[in-house]
């Protein structure tokens, strides 16, 4: 029975441990997460930008009009740039997703052999306590 227990102990244990990895996967998916929309945020207001001047047709000659047009390149450059970033978070936020499950799928095989250690401690407890009927002595 003392064996019993302290199984159930390091069960518990590596259970906790196990919650703790996984509080720290799903911190880590956050945080790459928050990148993420962070990033994809910068790209919609780059792209609104780019949207704006482009459509603007109040350039006074010929040599405002090319600045304008410049700055829209350059801001198309940015959108691009920003879209390849993009790609790589969700990349990288991918990564500490996944963890962040595989990490729950072990705490929780943890936690089910910790139940069922308990129910076996419980089972041999009740075996225990529970009277064993008097045998009958059957000569005759």
């Known amino acids: 029975m003392k064996a019993e227990r ?3 102990a390091r069960l518990q244990r590596l259970e906790r441990i196990r919650d703790v990895a996984r509080r720290t996967a799903l911190a880590e998916a956050g945080k790459a997460e928050g990148t993420l929309a962070q990033l ?3 790209g919609q207001r ?3 930008l780019v949207g704006d001047y482009a459509a603007r047709n109040d350039a006074p000659d010929a040599a405002a009009l090319q600045q304008l ?8 450059r940015v959108v691009a740039s920003t879209d390849r970033d993009i790609t790589r978070a ?3 936020a991918d990564a500490p997703a996944a963890e962040a ?9 943890v936690q ?8 076996r401690i419980a089972r041999l407890i009740e075996a225990a306590t529970t009277p064993v009927a008097a045998r009958r002595n059957s000569r005759g």
């Open 40 to 42: 994809e945020a910068l």
């Open 112 to 119: 089910d052999r910790a139940e069922d250690q308990a129910r």
């Open 6 to 8: 302290l199984r159930l």
């Open 46 to 48: 780059t792209r609104g």
């Open 101 to 109: 499950a595989e990490a729950e799928r072990r705490r929780a095989a």
């Open 69 to 76: 047009h410049t700055f829209v390149r350059g801001l198309e």
């Open 90 to 92: 969700r990349t990288v």
